[in-house]
């Protein structure tokens, strides 16, 4: 990742748009939306289930950050049961690259200076394999991180 890319971004109120994507584009993953697949959460199930089906078909490319899967396991767990939960997450790591997170994603992430931590992990986690864009519902959670943001509605209309 070059230095430029890194940093660009970081105190614009606005989200960061990707010059030109890559095809197909690498996207990361925010753990909600995740959620509103695998909970069926309407109305935004339905565009993210689309934008993981496209990721099926080759017209993109994903990851979700590691520790979204253990934040999931703990959400999910509660509602489907542990056995349903465990083939969800084993069909979403088949589906899924997974980022790691290590002592320099959370230096990074404690640096960063969002108001949440969690998502500021989530925002290095993309930055660190150059996502075209974070996918989130929420991307004034992300503003200053740096990293180009969607919404899965946004995204299937650039595929």
């Not at 070059?2 to 606005?14: E, F, I, L, M, Q």
């Not at 990361?28 to 089906?53: G, K, M, Q």
């Not at 509602?79 to 465990?86: D, Y």
């Not at 640096?111 to 974070?134: H, K, N, S, T």
Request: hydrophobic letters at 45%; charged letters at 25%.
């Amino acid at each position: 990742m070059t230095p430029a890319r890194r940093g660009a971004g970081r105190g614009r109120t606005k989200p960061v748009v990707a010059e030109t994507p890559r095809s197909p584009p690498r996207l990361l993953f925010d753990a909600n939306v995740v959620l509103d697949v695998l909970a069926r959460r309407e109305p935004w199930d339905r565009d993210a289930a689309l934008l993981l089906s496209a990721i099926e078909e080759g017209q993109a490319t994903g990851a979700v950050a590691a520790h979204t899967i253990t934040t999931l396991h703990y959400l999910l767990a509660k509602s489907l049961g542990r056995t349903a939960t465990l083939t969800a997450l084993a069909r979403l790591t088949k589906l899924l690259d997974i980022v790691p997170v290590d002592r320099d994603v959370i230096l990074e992430a404690l640096a960063l200076g969002l108001r949440d931590f969690e998502d500021a992990v989530q925002a290095v986690c993309a930055l660190r394999i150059e996502a075209d864009y974070l996918v989130t519902r929420d991307a004034a959670d992300f503003r200053g991180g740096g990293v180009p943001l969607a919404t899965p509605a946004e995204v299937l209309g650039r595929l």
